[in-house]
């Protein structure tokens, strides 16, 4: 919760910061995918069937500064049956438009973030928290002031679960979602 603060405490003094000339909006919305970290697969051994694909869902909330630049928030729950993940990732996003008429917007976006793991084993370790990042790219459709998105990337974490051996979380993350520009 203590993260969840000062990402939304960092996401209030920039925006506050930006001058009133920029074209400014807000954007909520919803996404689905999947996280493949490397090490699930490792350490699923201990009670689960070695899949290290989890399921992944959550709300956005992102700060448009203008047409290029964005700030994003990113709150998502997870889970495989060798555990519950909690994160939040706060981004920077950069939009590069392709034209005044175009209906697609390419992006890059690179984030820091929280992440908690649950395992869900008997003998498992107690349920850790670390920090991390993630960097992706993505393909939006708009419409209207709807904006549908596709996004492919890269997440890191890394844990400390049991008697000093590490196990790092890294891998692929896939997400579709939908978002609505106020």
Avoid: H
């Amino acid at each position: 919760m203590k993260c969840l603060a000062i990402a939304l405490a960092l996401v209030a003094a920039l925006s506050f910061g930006m001058g009133s000339a920029c074209a400014q909006s807000f954007e909520v919305g919803a996404k689905i995918g999947i996280w493949a970290p490397k090490d699930l697969d490792i350490i699923a051994g201990a009670g689960g069937d070695n899949d290290s694909t989890t399921v992944q869902y959550g709300i956005i909330g992102q700060f448009d500064f203008n047409e290029t630049w964005a700030v994003r928030l990113d709150v998502e729950l997870g889970n495989s049956k060798e555990v519950n993940f909690t994160s939040y990732v706060l981004s920077a996003v950069y939009n590069f438009p392709i034209s005044e008429e175009s209906t697609w917007m390419p992006y890059v976006r690179v984030g820091i973030g929280a992440f908690n793991v649950d395992p869900r084993w008997v003998g498992g370790p107690d349920s850790k928290s670390v920090f991390g990042y993630e960097a992706t790219v993505g393909i939006a459709y708009l419409y209207q002031n709807w904006k549908f998105f596709f996004e492919a990337g890269y997440r890191g974490a890394s844990f400390e679960p049991v008697a000093g051996t590490e196990f790092k979380l890294d891998g692929i993350i896939a997400f579709f979602g939908v978002m609505y520009r106020f």
